[in-house]
């Protein structure tokens, strides 16, 4: 069976400065994928960024990048210039051709 | 391009009472999810479909809870009876095939009394 944890239930930031949400999960598979999902209040879930587990290059996407740890089983989410708009709850997700497991989240708040 | 659409959003209902919710997925989208998310909780997959073959349902009550996807569009979740603890959101997602990212709908907010 394959688990997600996320050992941060809440998390804050002020505006404009960076935060690490972490990710760890436990698989015996080779072949799969990792996303951060983000939960606005009351809206719905929409892709953050994703990383092919056969890649060893961290994925980045505008102020979002992660620090992807195969060995370890690592997959944290770095945030720089956060903003207003970032406040949400961010699941991490584990992805394989069977099945998907997300993490129970981390709500993140980003004050001004 | 339209996104995954679900109704109802909302619905409340009494315990033993059966309630189904509707997907529609994003054309052209292979794999269908359905999750429940309870309150302060990550989504829980209920289901998996690739086009119309289950790929997935180990999650699933299968005493009370079922699920298709017709011609491998369109999906329905059934819950018969219902328990109080059925409470939650129920959210579908699409995706273009396996090992892509999910989108989500709105999710319908199912309130049993």
């Known amino acids: 069976a394959q688990t997600v944890t996320q050992s941060q239930p809440e998390m804050s930031v002020q505006e404009a400065e960076t935060v690490t949400l972490s990710c760890t999960y436990d698989?015996?598979?080779?072949?799969?994928?990792l996303f951060w999902y983000k939960q606005p209040p009351s809206r719905q879930m929409i892709l953050v960024i994703r990383q092919e587990a056969y890649k060893q290059q961290n994925a980045t996407e505008n102020r979002f990048s992660v620090n992807f740890q195969k060995a370890a089983k690592s997959f944290s989410l770095k945030i720089s210039d956060s903003q207003l708009g970032d406040t949400a709850m961010y699941f991490c997700?584990?992805?394989?051709?069977?099945?998907?497991?997300f993490g129970d989240g981390t709500t993140l708040t980003v004050k001004p | 391009e339209a996104g995954v659409a679900q109704s109802p959003r909302y619905k409340i209902i009494e315990k033993r009472q059966s309630v189904a919710f509707w997907c529609n997925p994003i054309?052209?989208?292979?794999?269908l999810y359905w999750y429940q998310q309870i309150l302060g909780q990550g989504p829980k997959l209920l289901i998996q479909?690739?086009?119309?073959?289950?790929?997935?349902d180990s999650q699933l009550p299968k005493d009370r809870f079922s699920a298709e996807r017709l011609k491998g569009v369109d999906s329905t979740l059934k819950i018969q009876p219902a328990k109080l603890e059925d409470s939650a959101v129920y959210l579908c997602?699409?995706?273009?095939?396996?090992?892509?990212?999910?989108?989500f709908g709105p999710g319908t907010r199912l309130t049993v009394t």
């Open positions: 997602a699409s995706s273009r095939d396996l090992f892509y990212e999910q989108y």
């Open positions: 997700a584990f992805t394989n051709a069977g099945k998907s497991t």
């Open positions: 054309s052209g989208h292979a794999t």
């Open positions: 479909f690739q086009n119309n073959g289950v790929v997935d």
């Open positions: 698989t015996s598979e080779s072949n799969y994928y």
